[in-house]
Antibody
Framework: VQLVESGGGFVKPGGSLRLSCAASGFIFSDYYMSWLRQAPGKGLEWVSHISSTGYTIYYADSVRGRFTISRDDAKNSLYLQMNSLRAEDTAVYYC???????????????WGRGTLVTVSS | SVLTQPPSASGTPGQRVTISCSGSSSNLGTNYVYWYQQLPGTAPKLLIYGNNQRPSGVPDRFSGSKSGTSASLAISGLRSEDEADYYCAAWYDSLSGWVFGGGTKLTVL
């Protein structure tokens, strides 16, 4: 299993970025996928997840209405469109393989190395 | 953080240490607890899922338990390579999302 994030960078407040996560080594279309983040020197924060079918999507309150998660099973890829970025969105963003929540399954069992997003004027 | 962890813990090699995680009826009280280990400069790694299940490859020195709205991670036979940040997590029903503890930095003296 390999997950590789890309698309991070430096952006001004109010700007946009699109993160990508390329997956390999497993049947991507069978799994939920999630984005999580970690601000510099801080703890982990779950951002969003998408079901294997793409029909069930959840967001953290801190990003709802600004971020959009999506997937392209033909490309084995997960995406996070981030709009109206704020300084507090500065973090390393990780994609992680996920499962149905609250079912006792090994949620977030594989993680990518992350991509850094810096929001600053 | 929604889940409460002590900011730090420590132990000597060979010792047994525990890290606590406290939540509420809406998260730990009704859902499973998860534990993640983050070694310095690396991505987190799943350590315990479903309260007390270890993914393949995780040594049995690591064990998890949950009772009511509290959970704990125990590490026995402490080793220097266990020095890391440890995070607990759980599904939060009323938020329809995952919540994490603030993390516990484990130091091996």
């Amino acid at each position: 299993v390999q997950l590789v994030e890309s698309g991070g960078g430096f952006v001004k407040p109010g700007g946009s970025l699109r993160l990508s996560c390329a997956a390999s080594g497993f049947i991507f279309s069978d799994y939920y996928m999630s984005w999580l983040r970690q601000a510099p020197g801080k703890g982990l924060e779950w951002v969003s997840h998408i079901s294997s079918t793409g029909y069930t999507i959840y967001y953290a309150d801190s990003v709802r209405g600004r971020f959009t998660i999506s997937r392209d099973d033909a490309k084995n890829s997960l995406y996070l469109q981030m709009n109206s970025l704020r300084a507090e969105d500065t973090a390393v963003y990780y994609c992680a393989r996920d499962w149905i929540p609250a079912a006792g399954l090994p949620n977030f069992d594989y993680w990518g190395r992350g991509t850094l997003v810096t929001v600053s004027s | 953080s929604v889940l409460t962890q002590p900011p730090s813990a420590s132990g000597t090699p060979g010792q047994r240490v525990t890290i606590s995680c406290s939540g509420s009826s809406s998260n730990l009280g009704t859902n499973y607890v998860y534990w993640y280990q983050q070694l310095p400069g690396t991505a987190p790694k799943l350590l315990i899922y479903g309260n007390n299940q270890r993914p393949s490859g995780v040594p049995d020195r690591f064990s998890g338990s949950k009772s009511g709205t509290s959970a704990s991670l125990a590490i026995s036979g402490l080793r220097s390579e266990d020095e890391a940040d440890y995070y607990c997590a759980a599904w939060y029903d009323s938020l329809s999302g995952w919540v994490f503890g603030g993390g516990t930095k484990l130091t091996v003296l």
